[in-house]
C-alpha cells in the first residue's frame, strides 16, 4: 500500500476536463511538503508533469495543472487528448519516513 | 540537453549482487542530488536512494537500508547503486532521477533515464 493514495483509474472523452487526486497524511502532504506529478506514457519513464504543486516545467502544456490543500492534492487535465493516455504519480516527501512517497499511480483511459 | 543512461541490470540469483551505474551529461552533475526510482513489473513507483550533490549524504528506504549502497563519482559524472542480497522482490526496472538542487531534502524529480531491469530469480 503507497503512503499517497491515488485512485487506479479515470477515464474521460477527449475534450474533457479529468482530475486525479492524491490523498496523504499529516507527515506527508499535511505538513506542507510539496506535491509534484509525472506521467508516465505506456513503456517510457516517468516524466515531471507539475512540480511544486502547480508549477509546470517548460514544455508541458497548461492544460495540465495542479492544486493542493490540506492533506490532499489535485491534477487537472482540461481539453483531453488521445495522447494524455498515461499513468501518473504524485509524489511528495514523507517526514516519519525521511524519504520521498509516491502515490500507487492512476491510469487514465481516453475514451 | 540532460541524459542519464542507467546501466549494469541483468538477472541475478537470490542472494546475489550488482552494481547499477548511471552516466549523466548535459548538466553540471556535482550541483545536483541524484536518486535511484524503481518500479516493479506491473506495479507503481518506489524511491529507493538518493545522494546529495557532493556525496557527503545519503538516504535510503526502509525496504532496502542495509543493502543497498548509493555512491557518485563526480570527476566521471557518474551515480551507483550497489544492490546486496538480492530478494525476489527487488525485481524492477531501476531508474536513476535528477534532482532540482544539490540537497535531497524535499525534492522532486526532472530529468529521468530510460531504466535499467534487474531481475532476481534462480
Known amino acids: 500500500q503507497s503512503v499517497l493514495t491515488q485512485p487506479p483509474s479515470v477515464s474521460g472523452a477527449p475534450g474533457q476536463r479529468v482530475t486525479i487526486s492524491c490523498t496523504g497524511s499529516?507527515?506527508?502532504?499535511?505538513?506542507?511538503?510539496?506535491v509534484h506529478w509525472y506521467q508516465q506514457l505506456p513503456g517510457t519513464a516517468p516524466k515531471l508533469l507539475i512540480y511544486g504543486n502547480n508549477n509546470r516545467p517548460s514544455g508541458v502544456p497548461d492544460r495540465f495543472s495542479g492544486s493542493k490543500s490540506g492533506t490532499s492534492a489535485s491534477l487537472a487535465i482540461t481539453g483531453l487528448q488521445a495522447e494524455d493516455e498515461a499513468d501518473y504519480y504524485c509524489q511528495s516527501y514523507d517526514s516519519s519516513l525521511s524519504g520521498s512517497v509516491f502515490g500507487g499511480g492512476t491510469q487514465l483511459t481516453v475514451l | 540537453e540532460v541524459q542519464l543512461l542507467e546501466s549494469g541490470g541483468g538477472l541475478v540469483q537470490p542472494g546475489g549482487s550488482l552494481r547499477l551505474s548511471c552516466a549523466a551529461s548535459g548538466f553540471t552533475f556535482s550541483y545536483y542530488a541524484m536518486s535511484w526510482v524503481r518500479q516493479g513489473p506491473g506495479k507503481g513507483l518506489e524511491w529507493v536512494s538518493a545522494?546529495?550533490?557532493?556525496?557527503?549524504?545519503?538516504y535510503y528506504a526502509d525496504s532496502v537500508e542495509g543493502r543497498f549502497t548509493i555512491s557518485r563519482d563526480n570527476s566521471k559524472n557518474t551515480l551507483y547503486l550497489q544492490i546486496n542480497n538480492l530478494r525476489a522482490e527487488d525485481t524492477a526496472v531501476y531508474y536513476c532521477?535528477?534532482?532540482?538542487?544539490?540537497?535531497?531534502?524535499?525534492?522532486?524529480?526532472?530529468?529521468w533515464g530510460q531504466g535499467t531491469l534487474v531481475t532476481v530469480s534462480s
Open positions: 545522494i546529495s550533490g557532493s556525496g557527503g549524504s545519503t
Open positions: 499529516s507527515s506527508n502532504i499535511g505538513a506542507g511538503y510539496d
Open positions: 532521477a535528477k534532482g532540482p538542487w544539490s540537497g535531497y531534502y524535499r525534492a522532486y524529480f526532472d530529468y
